[in-house]
């Protein structure tokens, strides 16, 4: 390996742990603050999102073992508690549920479908569901960034976010930060299913 791949690796794996350890989200933040941390802000080889993600599933099954384990199943019980309430939009779960990037500061995402925005609003609000109302970027599959709407709230503690599509969305998904294809999302079904195996 050369000193470029072995540097490329190393911020791969410091980007990971500011993820992990510190709650870093996003994933050009954590290539720069890792970057910076190692190199004082000379250049070096840039890891792919693929690869900080890879370095995160090692960091969280080596270093936080059981502790991911009960997390992602936690994560999972709350998605499933979320879709079973929002049925009537028909949620995807997307994300750290989905791709098992479970770390302390994950949150759980579901993609919902409605013929308007505000109808979100009105159903937590006849549910005295206290919420708030944010907008999340995502990339359509033409590659043209879409700002969505999106609702956050709590559940257990762990924040659940409602992002918005309209009925006609469902035909596409969203390309993923981490490897730039569409991302993948699971009904109920799924999602019990593999809350089952986890548990088998």
Known sequence: MS???DLRSEIAREAARL??????KDFALAKSKATESLTGGTRAPVPSNAEIAE???DYLEVMDGAAWASRLRGLREIAIKAMRLTS???PRAVGAVVNG???PRSSVVLHVFSPFDEALDFFLGDRNIP???EERRVLHPS???LRRPSCLFLADETEVELVIFGLDD???SPLSPIDGKPMTRWDLPTLQASLADTEA
């Open 3 to 5: 000193y470029g791949e």
């Open 19 to 24: 993820m992990c350890e510190q709650g870093v």
């Open 55 to 57: 370095s995160v599933r």
């Open 88 to 90: 009537e939009f028909n």
């Open 101 to 103: 990037l479970a770390t």
């Open 131 to 133: 919420f708030d109302d």
């Open 143 to 145: 590659g043209r960034e």
């Open 170 to 172: 469902r035909r596409w």
